[in-house]
């Protein structure tokens, strides 16, 4: 097994053993990004040299016998929304394709204390808007089991850079499922944390009350390790929880003794493809074999959480979205205009179309007139879908079904259907809309070969339970240790 | 739901979103097939449901006021479009020749 198949946990153990250096890892994924990456088109961006530097520090540190960070010489792919001091930070924009931010989002700060290898910033739908990571705006994205398909959106260049072995551990975020459905179709591991888990400071901003950062690793060991190095209370962001960070690495091989598993019977209707249904049920069995119970629940209100999500989303959006003004950063248009106009051109010219049509949207459900028949309608909604799960959560201590309807759809069969890509959001937004953790995990492949995942949605702040949870049937199958062939 | 070309109008010049004639069409029907499937919302009785804008239940998250350096002049301008001295240059918000007086 190459140094690239390896899991974090691996390769930190090979360099505190001596039998490789932070370097040795550092070349063996810049030469498998050279390979693999003109297939996979995962990267907006990659510095070697300043990989190599990182890498050469960590190694002078280790020499010289100084206390070392909890991710020493792992390179960690980082989603091109999060800031990086000095690094071009684009959001796979036109408007921001020069952008370099003067500071680091506090995940990537984190990164840097726990002495990791920052590895490249990764390819997303413009403005982690989407499903597909085809609207980016500058490439497309292949998945690593089959490059004619999508690796799944938004954060689909850090899902295809862990399955394509580009890089152990990634982030990415998650504002509707952007860390999960892509984590399912590349046969990953991926977590949306509880919101308030994790600091937003630096990242750029699609919709507030909606974006968690999060982590992509191959098992569920190496998702619990990158969570805990960027979890925990930052006061620059004041919806960031000051409640202590578990150590999750200890306690995830302690199977959750009794476990109730709610299996809504809403996850499993009309639009579920039969051999993604078959791999989840055949999951469940394998947890009632190890002691669990499944319990029947209903999430009533689920079939119209994505219509609420595509109101309150774009809502968020449109407004956070008005600081691209051409004015303090970003594209402004080469043609004359007055100051509105200068605006209006820079916006229209820098903006993709979905990002465009999300924009309408929101200042639509948000104008005069339509606010409280469309956005006030949406927040009432939102909170009976989290009611739904308040009652479900009394009978269950972790939630599973599918992460996504479909395995991974060919690229170019969506484009052009805004609303056929939402649905495939359709299992993963109420979990953002009530603030929950979900993680996404492999439990089989279809005939065709392609991933499918699992989804265990917890209770607010019981992301130790999730791994636990997700670890009972990671440790009975083999299905996280398989690499594709790129 | 259905929507005019002058609602799109409309939206886009409220958006600040300078579009072409192809693309507010082809925004015309595409909004309106999303603002049909949203519409399923009315299926539900909300009258007593109270709005839900937060997951959380935080209010009012207060820090120490302390003094503490902010981004230097050079570095919040690094990245703007056109700068004069230590300012953001920006397109004249009066429509004059006239030099304005300060």
Partial sequence: MSLTEKTAADLLALQAAGAATAADVADAFLAAYRDREPKLRAFVSLDEADVRRQAAAVDAKRAAGQPLGMLAGVPVAVKDVLCTEGVRTTCSSRILADFVPPYDAHVVGRLRAADAVLFGKTNMDEFAMGSSTENSAFRVTRNPWDTARVPGGSSGGSAAAVAGCLAPLALGTDTGGSIRQPAALCGVVGLKPTYGRVSRYGLIAFASSLDQVGPFAHDVTDCALLLEAVAGHDPRDSTCVNEPVPAYTRTLNDPVKGLRIGVPREFFGEGLDAEVEAAVRAALKEYERRGAVLVDVSLPHSKYALAAYYIVAPAEASSNLARFDGMHYGHRTKEKADLVGTVAKSRGEGFGPEVQRRIMIGTYVLSSGYKDAYYVKALKVRRLVKGDFDAAFERCDVIAGPTTPTAAFRAGEKADDPLAMYLSDVYTVSCNLAGLPGLSLPCGFTAAGLPVGLQLLGRPFAEETLFRAARMYEAATDWHARRPAV | ?102
């Fill in chain 2, 1 to 102: 739901m259905s929507l005019s070309l002058d609602d799109i109008r409309k939206v886009a010049r409220l958006a600040r979103l300078e579009l072409s004639e192809a693309d507010l069409v082809r925004m015309q029907g595409q909004l309106s097939a999303i603002l049909d499937y949203v519409a399923q919302l009315n299926e539900l009785d909300t009258a007593d449901v109270e709005p839900l804008a937060h997951p959380l239940p935080i209010q009012n998250v207060f820090r120490p006021d302390e003094p503490a350096p902010s981004l230097p002049p050079a570095a919040a301008l690094q990245n703007a479009p056109a700068t004069v001295g230590d300012y953001f240059a920006v397109p004249a918000v009066f429509d004059t020749d006239e030099p304005v007086s300060h």
